[in-house]
């Protein structure tokens, strides 16, 4: 789709979050609401990240909170290597937010242009075939032409996609990019979130949709109630979370392989050791996998889990 | 700058593809109309009576459009959400604010223009004579537009839509009183009235310093100093307002 980003800091995060706080007040009551409590979590370049957590868990707080649409209490971000969100930055980053309602009386072609032109990173002999290029990859250059105010609710979050890629950007963020999108739509939002991020870019999206997640994310931040429970690789958390083990033997070498099923890491430990003081070879040993949807659920009833996970 | 034009850029289309505009400029043509038809009640002063209130027929739907597209300019793009995805781009709040105003502002001056030149068409078929305050009259309805525009502005960075329309209209009539305020002033003997009514002439603009719309019907001269204090009047006004509107922005969260 384009040209790997060039990063001047391809080794360090482009994103760390250190401490994030931020409160409410309601505006009758004056009663003060927490919706972030002292988060941090890093991304790193060309990875992709999912943000989890219930619904007012403050996963969009938290976006708003990195992007300064809301302005935190308390806390770092550092994007890039440097403290605090600059235009240089911002020209760095794109966003999608949560249900996107977009300029409608642009067409879609208009539309582009206006964000390319904003963010200055496109140069203006290539602008035109840019766009046409976006368009094509999210589906909609039958619908360039046409105003926004005719595209279904699908079309509105392809054609967002694309205004948050216009510029190349190296980090982008997606607030529940899935969301309002058919299973067509859905598989084609992953494999541009997969190239995107094959292409050096790093993606952090929040979603409700955990099988999207578990399929496309190597990392996880996940909240809960403004707190951070988890923040580390999926597939640790996968088998920190797995429910048993299964260990796979043999007697001796080049005998029947035998499966052993065991409850957590201490008795598989036990199981190993045993087999081999008995002569015996280990075969295969295998995390017996739960989804994340699981994980998830047991998670949102647990206390908080190893956020010092690291990847 | 280039950010803020491309804003600008942005504005006036979403303005000149807006409906409203459209039924805006029938109604001020169909005001036009009217000055010719009641141009025709007097015998001698025709020519001068469909001048008069086609001048007015301009002030009004300039000064309505500045109002009322002015209040909803930049809660719509809150309420809409469309400021999220802006704003995350390489632009500070004030160039967004500096953006909005000017691209609505080039909205103005174009209406402006439009509806003078029809006037224009059905005075010369009157057989006006025409003057260069034809256009200062014009000019004028366009710097207090402007100054309305950027109160608009203002009250809506902390006013709901239909509050703002309320608080700028107060002042537009505020604003077209204060020539007359002056006088009670000094006629009244309450030092209260006198506090009061010299802090409101501090705080309201004059908007009748742009009141030019009967130099070119009864072919009265302006004074050059006049209109240069106007424009100076004029573009104090919006930058102290806009500077304003900045600073209440700057802070404020998008929930």
């Known amino acids: 789709m384009s040209s790997k980003p060039t990063s001047a800091s391809s080794s360090s995060p482009v994103l760390e979050v250190v401490g994030l706080r931020k409160s409410y007040r309601n505006p009758l009551t004056r009663k003060k609401l927490e919706a972030l409590k002292g988060i941090s979590f890093e991304i790193e370049p060309g990875t992709i990240t999912g943000f989890l957590g219930a619904n007012g868990a403050g996963k969009t707080t938290t976006i708003k909170c990195l992007l300064e649409l809301a302005f935190a209490d308390a806390g770092e971000v550092v994007y890039f290597g440097k403290k605090g969100l600059s235009n240089e930055a911002k020209a760095k980053i794109g966003f999608l937010p949560e249900r996107p309602y977009f300029y409608d009386y642009l067409t879609g072609r208009e539309f582009l242009k206006f964000y390319a032109s904003i963010s200055g990173r496109v140069a203006r002999h290539e602008l035109s075939s840019r766009i046409t290029q976006l368009l094509e990859r999210v589906g909609l250059s039958h619908a360039g032409d046409r105003p926004l105010r005719g595209y279904s609710k699908g079309m509105l979050q392809r054609i967002g996609i694309a205004q948050a890629l216009i510029h190349r950007p190296e980090f982008i963020i997606l607030d529940e990019p899935m969301t309002g999108l058919d299973p067509d739509g859905r598989h084609e939002v992953r494999e541009i979130i997969r190239e995107v991020a094959n292409q050096g870019t790093a993606v952090f999206f929040s979603s409700h949709l955990l099988p999207d997640a578990e399929t496309l994310c190597e990392h996880l931040v996940i909240l809960k109630k403004g707190e951070l429970i988890y923040h580390g690789r999926t597939d640790a958390l996968m088998n920190q979370m797995a429910s048993s083990w299964r260990v796979v033997h043999q007697a001796r070498p080049g005998g029947v392989s035998e499966a052993q099923t065991v409850a957590d890491i201490a008795e598989m430990q036990t199981c190993i050791d045993k087999i081999r003081a008995s002569g015996g070879s280990i075969v295969e040993v295998s995390p017996q996998r739960v989804s994340l949807e699981e994980i998830f659920v047991k998670m949102a009833f647990d206390k908080k889990q190893s956020p010092e996970a690291q990847p | ?255």
């Open chain 2, 1 to 255: 700058m280039r950010s803020v034009l491309v804003i600008a850029g942005n504005t006036f289309r979403e303005v000149i593809r807006d409906r409203i505009l459209y039924g805006l400029i029938v109604f001020a043509i169909m005001l036009l109309f009217l000055s010719l038809a009641l141009g025709q009640l007097s015998f001698d002063e025709n020519i001068r009576l469909s001048a008069n209130f086609g001048f007015t027929g301009i002030h009004i739907a300039v000064v309505v459009l500045a109002v009322f597209v002015g209040s909803t300019l930049v809660s719509k793009e809150i309420d809409k959400q469309t400021i999220l995805t802006l704003l995350a781009r390489p632009i500070s709040r004030a160039q967004f604010i500096l953006g909005k105003s000017l691209g609505l502002t080039a909205v103005l001056a174009v209406v402006a223009t439009g509806l003078a030149l029809i006037l224009s068409a059905f005075l010369l078929f009157l057989g006006f004579k025409f003057t260069p305050h034809y256009l200062t009259a014009v000019f004028g309805v366009w710097l207090e537009a402007a100054v309305l525009l950027a109160l608009a502005l203002f009250f809506g960075s902390f006013a709901r839509p239909m509050m703002t329309v309320v608080y700028t209209i107060a002042v537009f009539l505020l604003g077209h009183w204060v020539e007359s305020l002056h006088f009670f002033i000094k006629k009244s003997e309450s030092d209260f009235f006198k506090i009061g009514g010299t802090a409101i002439t501090y705080l309201v603009p004059d908007l009748e310093a742009f009141n030019w719309r009967s130099a070119p019907v009864y072919a009265i001269d302006i004074p050059s100093g006049q209109i240069v204090a106007a424009v100076g009047a004029s573009t104090g006004w919006v930058l102290i307002l806009i500077a304003l509107t900045v600073l209440i922005f700057r802070r404020r969260d998008f929930v």
